[in-house]
Nanobody
Framework: QVQLVESGGGLVQAGGSLSLSCAAS????????MGWFRQGPGKEREFVAA?????????YYADSVKGRFTISRENAKNTVYLQMNSLKSEDAAVYYC?????????????????WGQGTQVTVSS
């Protein structure tokens, strides 16, 4: 049974930082591309960032987070991370990690077969 478990969400002031983690189990982690998505109140789930299978692999970001967020992974720990800096009120959302098989477009929600339950990020102004 595949499980993706996010952690690290919470309340932060605007301009602050948070680091999210996602621990995966039940799948061969190193063979999956990993992504982070978010969903704000009343909004559709949107792409945030993705990283290709191998550690140190290519990364992709939504324009809204480029230069502020960093995605990384440690295949030895079956974990993907999202470092979020210079947080803005519009970054507040539930953040989800997800796993996609190779060969699919990493920015599309339908590319991902497995999803975590999400972690809440709240940004106070």
């Amino acid at each position: 049974q595949v499980q993706l478990v996010e952690s690290g969400g919470g309340l932060v002031q605007a301009g602050g930082s948070l680091s999210l983690s996602c621990a995966a189990s039940g799948l061969t982690f190193s063979t999956y591309n990993m992504g982070w998505f978010r969903q704000g109140p009343g909004k559709e789930r949107e792409f945030v960032a993705a990283i290709i299978t191998w550690s140190g692999g290519s990364t992709y970001y939504a324009d809204s987070v480029k230069g502020r967020f960093t995605i990384s992974r440690e295949n030895a720990k079956n974990t993907v991370y999202l470092q979020m800096n210079s947080l803005k009120s519009e970054d507040a959302a539930v953040y989800y990690c997800a796993a996609a098989p190779l060969g699919r477009a990493v920015s599309r929600t339908r590319s991902y077969d497995y999803w975590g339950q999400g972690t809440q990020v709240t940004v106070s102004s």
